[in-house]
């Protein structure tokens, strides 16, 4: 939030612009999911961006990387390396298309695109 929000102000991009890219423990490994706005569930970038922007809606392409095994430290869990492969490969490249997506067709589009491949 610290980066975005200055730079965003300067250039004039209103927060309903921006688009988060983030991790989402709240979805199976590698499943991509768009939306406006939203809580930041304890994700501490989504609370700084949330801080810095003065509000919660800005677009979100959520990466899903699952809850951690019971018992495990969710902040050791979210900072360790990621299991790098074809499924990781595969969810940035649609987390990619699905930034694509919502510049050029919008988010209500790039839903529709997104959400049914799975």
Known sequence: GEGIA?????????????IAVHDEL???VNKIRLKLGGNENGHNGLKSLTEHLGTRDY????IGIARP???ASIPDYVLAPVDAGPGFDDAIALAADAVKEIITSGLNKAQNTIHSKG
């Open 69 to 71: 095994p019971k018992g």
């Open 59 to 62: 677009l979100r392409v959520r």
């Open 6 to 18: 200055p730079l965003a102000q300067h250039l004039g991009v209103s927060p309903e612009r921006i």
């Open 26 to 28: 709240d979805l199976p």
